[in-house]
């Protein structure tokens, strides 16, 4: 197995779904996004420790390589939410 296959299995295995509009990982339920590039720039290892930190009240957590500006963020939570 691929070591990007390891990490598309670990964020499955945890709820996510690729969304290739939004090249993100984004599971609905703990209200997290993993950029695509984040994913491929990464070890499995740190992937798994982000799946599993907690996330703060009802807020998204958007895990990209740099951190995202509050417009675009309050942009990707208005297209999630919908």
């Not at 950029?35 to 290892?45: L, N, T, V």
């Not at 703060?56 to 990209?64: A, D, L, R």
């Amino acid at each position: 197995m691929t070591e990007l296959a390891v990490k598309e299995q670990l964020l499955k295995e945890a709820g996510y779904t690729y969304k290739p509009d939004r090249e993100a990982y984004i599971n609905r339920k703990v209200r997290k996004v993993f950029s695509i590039d984040f994913i491929e720039e990464h070890e499995p290892g740190e992937i798994a420790s982000k799946i599993h930190e907690a996330t703060p009240g009802s807020e998204w957590t958007f895990i990209f390589n740099e951190e995202p500006s509050d417009s675009v963020k309050r942009e990707l939570a208005r297209m999630l939410n919908a």
